[in-house]
T-cell receptor, first 116, second 113 residues
Framework: AQSVTQPDIHITVSEGASLELRCNYS??????LFWYVQSPGQGLQLLLK??????LVQGIKGFEAEFKRSQSSFNLRKPSVHWSDAAEYFC??????????????FGKGTKLSVKP | EAQVTQNPRYLITVTGKKLTVTCSQN?????MSWYRQDPGLGLRQIYY???????DKGDVPEGYKVSRKEKRNFPLILESPSPNQTSLYFC????????????FGNGTRLTVT
């Protein structure tokens, strides 16, 4: 079955430091990939998406992600973290076969804490 | 404003008392879906609907029902809630097309005692 793995359950970074959140997926062809952010008490908001083309995609709030086919990865990055970035981050891929076709498959999420 | 609206935001109920969580979207999206979010388990899909009168089971459909009589509405029904259905529930919608992103509601926190 297709899957998305976010290896880090919880990450703490200092404000102003750089950030990289990891995401690995299992998929045969070029996937549709997404990163979502969930602030406390809120629904999920789309940060960015990758379908094809340039493997480095820019999103909202200063985030970017890089698709690496050879590593089956789609890691999220931000050069300088702000306290308001503290949230939970979810990576997702669109399923392409069987019961998952067309549905988003989510990773279990990475919770980001930001130290002053 | 384009949005997915869920009601209620918070709900406390007792075991066995039927309840409905409503979901409505104003973006004319064909696809709608329900997820539950539990600590350490991420988001798990309950049911989804590709269009009006078409619904399918997701990963964790047991104990839930849905209906899609109109394009904009996709209610989640718990006929006989149990404590293991205590969770945070999200409704989401998107246009047809595999690459379209999901738009999420703000969630419904359900507690079943």
């Amino acid at each position: 079955a297709q899957s998305v793995t976010q290896p880090d359950i919880h990450i703490t970074v200092s404000e102003g430091a750089s950030l990289e959140l990891r995401c690995n997926y299992s998929y045969g062809a070029t996937p549709y990939l997404f990163w979502y952010v969930q602030s406390p008490g809120q629904g999920l908001q789309l940060l960015l998406k990758y379908f094809s083309g340039d493997t480095l995609v820019q999103g909202i709030k200063g985030f970017e992600a890089e698709f690496k086919r050879s590593q089956s990865s789609f890691n999220l990055r931000k050069p300088s973290v702000h306290w308001s970035d503290a949230a939970e981050y979810f990576c997702a891929v669109v399923g392409n076969y069987g019961g998952s076709q067309g549905n988003l498959i989510f990773g279990k999420g990475t919770k980001l804490s930001v130290k002053p | 404003e384009a949005q997915v609206t869920q009601n209620p935001r918070y709900l406390i109920t007792v075991t066995g008392k039927k309840l409905t969580v409503t979901c409505s979207q104003n973006m004319n999206h064909e696809y709608m879906s329900w997820y539950r979010q539990d600590p350490g388990l991420g988001l798990r899909q309950i049911y989804y609907s590709m269009n009006v009168e078409v619904t399918d089971k997701g990963d964790v459909p047991e104990g839930y029902k849905v209906s899609r009589k109109e394009k904009r509405n996709f209610p989640l029904i718990l006929e006989s809630p149990s404590p293991n259905q205590t969770s945070l529930y999200f409704c989401a919608s998107k246009p047809q097309g595999g690459g379209s992103p999901l738009h999420f509601g703000n969630g419904t926190r359900l507690t079943v005692t």
